[in-house]
T-cell receptor, first 114, second 114 residues
Framework: DTGVSQDPRHKITKRGQNVTFRCDPI?????LYWYRQTLGQGPEFLTY????????KSRLLSDRFSAERPKGSFSTLEIQRTEQGDSAMYLC????????????FGPGTRLTVL | AQKVTQAQTEISVVEKEDVTLDCVYE???????LFWYKQPPSGELVFLIR??????QNEISGRYSWNFQKSTSSFNFTITASQVVDSAVYFC???????????FGTGTRLTIIP
């Protein structure tokens, strides 16, 4: 499978715990995006990387959230001190650098905070 | 600011009927890109089409067709001879030139009744 992969697919945690998600983009893609999707809504942009540089962060991304892409390949999204409001599907997408090139999405990580 | 509106929250049609999903967008940019994605029950967003603002030609791909009208800021999606496998949530999305993050609508849940 050469598509975008995400791990884990599901995560259940207790409020106050830290969680980390991983995204592996399509191998030749140098742009990587994180979105969050809550029930009944469309995905909302969180942040994106071009290679290892984080180029934009949404105001949705509070200081409890941090994302990295250390070698310009896979990326991690960490949420510290989780809250029940963090429960959502976290989606990763990747694309080539060309302007507005199509973003291809992974299967997502569904987070449930108890 | 940019915005995508999908006014139809849910649509149900009987198999083999044609169905049109509406998408209306708002943007101040003259160069922008429009997308449709399909989200089946498995949750993964599947890319269907990308259109740039300079290309108003309608497009047909098998049973799928798209009608882009800049005059009404609409990018509607029609499925001809619907099938049960078309049941999913469909999202319309917009990105602007130089800012590749996607702004999604709230989606339309399409149910095809056998």
């Amino acid at each position: 499978d050469t598509g975008v992969s995400q791990d884990p697919r599901h995560k259940i945690t207790k409020r106050g715990q830290n969680v980390t998600f991983r995204c592996d983009p399509i191998s030749e893609h140098n742009r990587l995006y994180w979105y969050r999707q809550t029930l009944g809504q469309g995905p909302e942009f969180l942040t994106y990387f071009q290679n290892e540089a984080q180029l934009e962060k949404s105001r949705l991304l509070s200081d409890r959230f941090s994302a990295e892409r250390p070698k310009g390949s896979f990326s991690t999204l960490e949420i510290q001190r989780t809250e029940q409001g963090d429960s959502a599907m976290y989606l990763c997408a990747s694309s080539l650098r060309r302007l507005a090139d199509t973003q291809y999405f992974g299967p997502g990580t569904r987070l449930t905070v108890l | 600011a940019q915005k995508v509106t999908q006014a139809q929250t849910e649509i149900s049609v009987v198999e083999k009927e044609d169905v049109t999903l509406d998408c209306v967008y708002e943007t101040r940019d003259t160069t922008y890109y429009l997308f449709w994605y399909k989200q089946p029950p498995s949750g993964e967003l599947v890319f269907l089409i990308r259109r740039n603002s300079f290309d108003e030609q309608n497009e047909i791909s098998g049973r799928y067709s798209w009608n882009f009208q800049k005059s009404t800021s609409s990018f509607n999606f029609t499925i001809t001879a619907s099938q049960v496998v078309d049941s999913a949530v469909y999202f319309c999305a917009l990105s602007n030139f130089g800012n590749e993050k996607l702004t999604f609508g709230t989606g339309t849940r399409l149910t095809i009744i056998p």
